[in-house]
Nanobody, 121 residues
Framework: HLAESGGGEVQAGGSLALSCAAP????????VAWFRQAPGKEREFVAS????????TYADSVKGRFTIARDNDKNTAFLQLNSLKPEDTAVYYC????????????????WGQGTSVTVSS
């Protein structure tokens, strides 16, 4: 249901902009989150945004560097990654759940296939 794009390779300190496109017209009723999974590690929460965009939550590790946003008219969510570090290297997934946002992976119903981000030192 969800399709991520925008991943790639970048040097430390660089930036990337990820997008998450949803085909459903009801996208505006869903909270969206980004998770990431580094090689050999569990998938972890990165950021979430409420259904109407008026509330955001970030993991401590990305606070001040990443920004989550959404455009309900375009059924798209975004994750701006700035000041990237090698430890940000991971596959980034967007996920959606009805109405209320959450930081818990288990709460999300719909997932994308992921987009890879590699940060070199």
């Amino acid at each position: 249901h969800l399709a991520e794009s925008g991943g790639g390779e970048v040097q430390a300190g660089g930036s990337l902009a990820l997008s998450c496109a949803a085909p459903e017209r009801t996208f505006s009723s869903y909270a969206v989150a980004w998770f990431r999974q580094a090689p050999g590690k569990e998938r972890e929460f990165v950021a979430s945004i409420t259904w109407n965009g008026d509330g955001t939550t970030y993991a401590d590790s990305v606070k001040g560097r990443f920004t989550i946003a959404r455009d309900n008219d375009k059924n798209t969510a975004f994750l701006q990654l700035n000041s990237l570090k090698p430890e940000d290297t991971a596959v980034y997934y967007c996920a959606a759940k009805y109405f209320r946002s959450s930081t818990s992976l288990a709460d999300y119903e719909y997932w994308g296939q992921g987009t890879s981000v590699t940060v070199s030192s």
